[in-house]
């Protein structure tokens, strides 16, 4: 039928909700990503008892685990847990990802390889689905890791081969940020001298971190002068103490376990 056709009775009246212009495009794609939520996938490397657990429970002011993990593990294995959030009206879904058993061997030159099989499962998993005829990338829960929090003991003294050589293999294949944990058990001058030390052995090596974006002209110069300055780009973690929310706690997977 065409349009002609359609009688006067048939034809809907709508009521304008609000004003309607591009300058309420911004408006719009925030309420859209707020209903949406956001999906935000962490990877924490390092050795057990170093701190992870209490940085993550005080970045988001949440308890996510209590118990604490064994350093009799015989390899390592990664264990991802996924929690819905809320903050004022903005949901998220945070998916943490543990190394359980990183650095506890005696013979530690494998430990990488959970972790590097892991981040590609998830790439491969991601591909997997947009290769099918019929995708829906909108509903797909995207495990891929946006981050890798990569945790070292505030020693002082050089990176060891481990660390190295994990980080070697993860810098192509996710952010990688140095956190420098239990920063409060160094004083500030030996802190400053063992930022400097782990950028120069970084660079030496030929290990890429995490760099801020330079691609939004608001940012570009901010960002750049973080990009080259070690006491901006590798972050400190001084967190003595625990949140008192619990988190609603989804799912538990774990990865490389022997069946
Ligand atoms: N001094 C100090 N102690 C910390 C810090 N972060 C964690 N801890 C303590 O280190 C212990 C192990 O922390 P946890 O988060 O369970 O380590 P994880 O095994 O890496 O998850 C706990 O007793 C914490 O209270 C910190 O920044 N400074
Ligand atoms: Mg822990």
Known sequence: RSATDVTSEEKRTLTLRGHVGFDSLPDQLVSKSVSQGFIFNVLCVGETGIGKSTL???????????EESSHHQNIVHLR??????????????????????????????????????????????????????????????????????????????????????????????????PIIAKADTISKCDLQKFKIKIMSELLSNGVQIYQFPTDDDALKEINSSMNVSPTQQIIVSQCVSCPPQSAGHIYDKEEGVPH
């Open 80 to 177: 991802s847990r996924t929690y819905d959030l809320q903050e004022s009206n903005v949901d998220l879904r945070l998916t943490i990802v543990d190394t359980v058993g990183f650095g506890d061997q005696v013979h530690r030159e494998e430990s990488y390889k959970p972790i590097v099989d892991y981040i590609d499962k998830q790439f491969e998993n991601f591909l997997q689905e947009e290769l099918k005829i019929r995708r829906s990338l909108c509903n797909y829960p995207d495990t891929r890791l946006h981050v890798c929090l990569y945790f070292l003991c505030p020693t002082g003294h050089s990176l060891k081969p481990l660390h190295l050589l994990t980080m070697k293999r993860l810098y192509t294949k996710v952010n990688i940020i």
């Open 56 to 66: 993550m429970n005080t970045l988001f002011n949440t308890t996510f685990e209590k």
